[in-house]
């Protein structure tokens, strides 16, 4: 696991050198769930998707809490969960 001040750097030199009107998606593996990412993220024009690890509390829009196991899709398949809430610990959602 990397802690986010590691990569904070890189995340604020990519926002300083990539042009205004790019879209940028961020996609990254369970390695970089943190929720100060989360948060600085969430402060950017950025569409990002996170790999979670299993036991991490996911809150769907529906209302339901899962954990990350829970929430696994089948082998050779991928599911995007939209507008979930994380890390309600650091006031996050």
Same mark, same amino acid.
């Given at each position: 696991?990397?802690?986010?001040?590691?990569?904070? &750097?890189?995340?604020?030199?990519?926002?300083?050198?990539?042009? &205004?009107?790019?879209?940028?998606?961020? =996609?990254?593996?369970?390695?970089?769930?943190?929720?100060? =990412?989360?948060?600085?993220?969430?402060?950017? &024009?950025?569409?990002?998707?996170?790999?979670?690890?299993?036991?991490?509390?996911?809150?769907?829009?529906?209302?339901?809490?899962?954990?990350?196991?829970?929430?696994?899709?089948?082998?050779?398949?991928?599911?995007?969960? &939209?507008?979930?809430?994380?890390?309600?610990?650091?006031?996050?959602?």
């Amino acid at each position: 696991m990397v802690g986010f001040e590691q990569y904070q &750097p890189l995340l604020e030199r990519a926002k300083q050198v990539l042009p &205004p009107d790019v879209q940028v998606t961020l =996609l990254a593996d369970r390695g970089l769930e943190h929720a100060a =990412l989360v948060r600085g993220l969430r402060q950017q &024009p950025w569409s990002w998707a996170i790999r979670v690890k299993s036991d991490l509390s996911v809150t769907l829009t529906n209302g339901q809490t899962c954990s990350g196991a829970q929430l696994m899709p089948p082998p050779q398949q991928a599911y995007l969960y &939209p507008d979930v809430q994380v890390f309600t610990d650091a006031g996050l959602h």
